[in-house]
């Protein structure tokens, strides 16, 4: 299974971004997606989470209003739409895969990882 991330970039405060995750490999229905972020000196930090079918959903108290996470199965990719970015937002983004999981939101129980996309959100 291969994950690769795009989408990041440079924003202002206030801005919007939408990051992409296109999955190959094994049948993507079979996969919870997560997104996650991370700064350097940091641990990885979970950010939202969609369900294989897509029906259920989980934020992080942060993203809640401003990140909307969704996955198009035909299309095998997982998106996350970051709207109203602070500059505190400013990290790689990682989005990773849990084979048949339970909508974790720790990084350890994600299976396969893509190599991450930089947002950086100025102030």
């Known amino acids: 299974v291969q994950l690769q991330a795009f989408g990041g970039g440079l924003v202002q405060a206030g801005g919007s971004l939408r990051l992409s995750c296109v999955v190959s490999?094994?049948?993507?229905?079979?996969?919870?997606m997560g997104w996650f972020r991370q700064v350097p000196g940091k641990e990885r930090e979970f950010v939202a989470a969609?369900?294989?079918?897509?029906?259920?959903?989980t934020y992080v108290e942060s993203a809640k209003g401003r990140f909307t996470v969704s996955r198009d199965n035909a299309e095998n990719t997982v998106y996350l739409q970051m709207n109203s970015l602070r500059p505190e937002d400013s990290a790689v983004y990682y989005c990773?895969?849990?084979?048949?999981?339970?909508?974790?939101?720790?990084?350890?129980?994600?299976?396969?990882w893509g190599q991450g996309t930089q947002v950086t959100v100025s102030s």
């Open positions: 990773a895969a849990d084979y048949f999981g339970s909508l974790w939101t720790v990084a350890s129980k994600y299976d396969y």
């Open positions: 490999g094994r049948a993507f229905t079979s996969y919870d």
């Open positions: 969609i369900s294989r079918s897509g029906g259920s959903t």
